[in-house]
């Protein structure tokens, strides 16, 4: 019951942002540029590992990225099927 409701309100969460102004893809684009941004900023590496560090979390976010997508078209097939 409670992974139901989970699933419920995860859908009417990003049912509510696609039904703004920004789509979803938009969304996702802006979080991640903020992302990056708060990391330049706030990150206090020598210049030599910054290159390194960005090819790291690139394939993270990527990979990251995959899981979410296949996680949420999993929820979204489970509440269109019921």
């Given at each position: 019951?409670?992974?139901k409701?989970?699933?419920v309100l995860l859908l009417f969460l990003s049912h509510?942002?696609?039904s703004q102004?920004?789509?979803f893809q938009d969304t996702k684009a802006s979080v991640k540029m903020e992302k990056r941004i708060f990391l330049t900023e706030n990150l206090?590496?020598?210049s030599d590992e910054i290159s390194k560090f960005?090819?790291?979390y690139d394939k993270y976010e990527y990979e990251r990225s995959l899981i979410v997508d296949k996680r949420f078209s999993?929820?979204?097939d489970a509440f269109v099927q019921e």
């Amino acid at each position: 019951m409670k992974n139901k409701f989970i699933a419920v309100l995860l859908l009417f969460l990003s049912h509510s942002v696609l039904s703004q102004d920004m789509s979803f893809q938009d969304t996702k684009a802006s979080v991640k540029m903020e992302k990056r941004i708060f990391l330049t900023e706030n990150l206090e590496l020598p210049s030599d590992e910054i290159s390194k560090f960005w090819v790291i979390y690139d394939k993270y976010e990527y990979e990251r990225s995959l899981i979410v997508d296949k996680r949420f078209s999993i929820i979204k097939d489970a509440f269109v099927q019921e």
